[in-house]
């Protein structure tokens, strides 16, 4: 867990308002905090895709929960007027110089099989969000090369906001998403070969696991115990799925694969 060490600013984009916090590793990290206006459920999310991140090794920014305290957010008026409560909130590395996905900078990137991930990830979560919204992807320069990030899971089960029955209702729903980036991506450059490592990797997951992940959400972020059961079904029931929604997204990849980029 980080623990907030300086207030840096607003980031100035973003329906969740989120903010830049210096924390104690001495790394920036953008947050999104529990009285954001979709309401504290946008943390779970963002725990459930940081956990599962870690565990398939996605392109996601290294995450984590941040406590900030009483006295950081005494010390700011903005933070005051905002009425932040002193607690665990939701912490993102800022990924810096970055730029948005287009079809030009995509054809630099060198880890573009990785976002096969990214794509069963949202598939398997119902994160339509990745697309309609241009700002979640994005291509960064390091010192190896062009690098594709997918950032921003606050819109898991079609939204920020969720209830059991929203779960209930998505368990066993597939509706494959090829809009823009993801239609190139699956035009021109992964294969089903790249699914396939993913959709292994989530089927090797053990019950205990997926409760462990579940039994990690902050109680300030989910009291309700028959949210937690719903949402760990939730879970069960994708991986279940996840060959066959794997399938639904690799049906559109076409069958002599195109070595041509995109101009």
Known sequence: MLLGAKYLGPVGLGVTAPQLFRADDNEVYVVKLQNNRLGVKVLVNEWLGAQLGQMLKLCFPPSDIIQLEEKIIRGNKLLRAAAVPAGLHFASRYIRKNRYVNRSNIKRALNTADMAGVILFDHMFHNFDRTWNRKNLLVCHDEVGYQLYAIDNSHLFN???????????????????????????????????????????????????????????????????????????????????????????CALIPDVHRGAHPH
């Open 159 to 249: 939204k920020g906001k969720w209830k059991a029955a929203n779960l209930a209702e998505l368990s066993d729903k597939i509706t494959v998403n090829k809009h823009r980036a993801y239609g190139v991506l699956l035009k021109y450059y992964l294969r089903r070969e790249h699914f396939s490592k993913y959709v292994a990797l989530i089927q090797a997951i053990r019950p205990e696991e997926w409760q462990q992940m579940v039994d990690g959400i902050p109680q300030e972020w989910l009291p309700l115990p028959e949210e937690r059961t719903s949402l760990l079904q939730f879970l069960y029931r994708r991986q279940e799925l996840v060959e066959k929604i794997a399938d639904s997204i």
